[in-house]
């Protein structure tokens, strides 16, 4: 059993910033890629940002320079921090990971989401 947990997440006004993190737990063997995905009312879930193992990072190109993501390998940990928050980034942020299993099983998992709002 593997289970991600978000933390992090809230109300901030215009300008703020806020830093969410995730760890993994569970029958870990080991972690690939991990990051950061949302979902605003209405619209797809979109990448936010994404760090492999060798912290190659790709970003969603309207982020660049305000979200900044790492990762803590020991404690298999990721976090995005969030800097010049505006209206527009308001969704429910959710954690991402591949991970790999004792047995050697890999598959993709999911965070149960935490809100991120943005307003004044």
């Known amino acids: 059993q593997v289970e991600l947990v978000e933390s992090g997440g809230g109300l901030v006004q215009p300008g703020g910033s806020l830093r969410l993190s995730c760890a993994a737990s569970g029958s870990i063997f080991s972690i690939g890629a991990m990051g950061w995905y949302r979902q605003a009312p209405g619209k797809q879930r979109e990448l936010v940002a994404r760090i492999t193992t060798g912290d190659s990072i790709n970003y969603a190109d309207s982020l660049k320079g305000r979200f900044t993501i790492s990762r803590d390998y020991a404690n298999h940990t990721v976090f995005l921090q969030m800097n010049s928050l505006v209206p527009e980034d308001t969704a429910v942020y959710y954690c991402?990971?591949?991970?790999?299993?004792?047995?050697?099983?890999?598959?993709?998992?999911w965070g149960q989401g935490t809100q991120v709002t943005v307003s004044s």
């Open positions: 991402h990971a591949v991970i790999t299993n004792r047995w050697s099983v890999s598959r993709t998992y």
